[in-house]
């Protein structure tokens, strides 16, 4: 179907959808749509295409796919605030980290600011920290991307490394959190990248995510901290924190996920690091397995968990499924896309059945 829309207006488009400017001039997260690119929209993610210049756009709509028009723009102008402070910083390497509640728009405002500052010619990394809902590596990771040219999502980024935790919320693994975003900000420290974002989970209500945000940034050393707050919710935090916070508005486009559409979401990363996935064994005496307790000699692990894979120097490869223990042959049976053969296996706690859904 064919969408006109006016100039200076907006076309909301809620996935699983795709679309391609037929004519007219559009823009999505400052990202310049061209006329032979058809970009797709994950189901569970809304992007917003404003149009400068009165505009046709194809859509092709999935089962419940939507899409409206409304006035004006949905990027607030406040959002342009932490880039003068972020250009006016003289020195290299200059770190950004986001914080906001969940669906508060963190990744939209990570991507806005991705495609604004590699316009300027710069090289960004992109640290995704939300492990329950990344958009770099798969759910349960720490992962980072570098870009440098405007991207359309920031999951079309190429992962560069990854820290598996194995978990999809950080409230039971805080320490091991904060340490995978220590590790991956270290070694992106050695890469030739202008900019570090730091994306974060949407935890920020309640003592104990008091204490964990407070720790993470402490431990982050961050340059720049971007708040979105909707209500007053990021008040008890920022008083914590020593760093000052820019605080930006959110956009007027928020799209609140279900917990089932955010199920779906992690479900789609598992089965992107899944493709093509076939049965492994790995022998027990060739690999090192963490924790060192996960295999004990007495009883087998339950079937169906999320495995890390690493190379040489902690290199992610990526994720396997566990499907059986051989006890005879003290081998594991594990299902996944990586060819390489690992030097370590991580044990996790999502479990995930046949058909790579979360248990």
């Known amino acids: 179907m064919q969408q006109t829309v006016e100039s200076n207006n907006t076309l909301l488009v809620d996935g699983p959808a795709s679309i391609k400017l037929v004519s007219g001039k559009a823009e999505m997260f400052s990202y310049p749509l061209k006329e032979t690119a058809r970009i797709v929209v994950r189901e569970g993610k809304r992007l917003p295409f404003f149009v400068t210049e009165k505009a046709i756009f194809d859509l092709s709509l999935g089962p419940k796919a939507t899409i409206q028009e409304i006035a004006g723009s949905t990027i607030p102008s406040s959002w342009n605030k932490p880039l003068e402070a972020i250009s006016g910083l003289q020195q290299k390497q200059v770190t950004v980290l986001i914080l906001g509640k969940i669906d508060s728009g963190k990744s939209s405002y990570c991507h806005y600011l991705v495609n604004k500052l590699v316009d300027g010619k710069c090289k960004v990394a992109v640290l995704d920290g939300d492990i329950g809902q990344s958009d770099i590596g798969p759910s349960g990771t720490v992962a980072y991307a570098i870009a440098s040219k405007q991207t359309t999502e920031l999951y079309n980024l190429t992962l560069q490394n990854a820290f598996f935790v194995g978990i999809t919320s950080p409230l039971t693994a805080l320490s091991k959190t904060i ?18 974002l730091v994306n974060t989970d949407g935890w920020v209500t309640g003592d104990i995510a008091l204490r964990y945000k407070t720790a993470l940034v402490k431990e982050i050393k961050p340059d720049i ?4 707050q909707v209500g007053n919710e ?11 916070v820019i605080l930006v508005d959110p956009s007027p486009s928020l799209s609140q996920r279900t917990p089932e559409k955010r199920k779906a ?11 093509a996935a076939k049965q492994q064994f790995y022998y027990l005496s060739q690999v090192t397995i963490e924790p060192k307790n996960a295999v004990p000699k007495n ?6 968990l ?3 894979l690493y190379g040489s120097g902690n290199k992610f490869l990526g994720i396997g499924i566990l499907r059986e223990i051989n006890q005879m042959r003290k081998a594991l049976k594990v299902q996944t896309s990586v060819s390489a053969k690992p030097r370590k296996i991580v044990f996790g706690k999502v479990l995930l059945d046949k058909k790579i859904r979360e248990v």
Do not use: C, H, W
């Not at 009883?299 to 169906?304: A, D, M, N, R």
């Open 225 to 228: 901290i971007v708040g979105l």
């Open 299 to 304: 009883q087998t692990p339950e079937k169906g």
């Open 265 to 275: 979401l992690r479900e789609m990363t598992y089965a992107r690091y899944l493709k």
């Open 234 to 244: 990021l008040e008890p935090l920022i008083t914590n924190l020593d760093t000052s």
């Open 306 to 308: 999320l495995l890390g």
């Open 179 to 196: 340490e995978a975003l220590a590790t991956m900000k270290q070694e992106i420290l050695s890469k030739k990248v202008d900019f570090i």
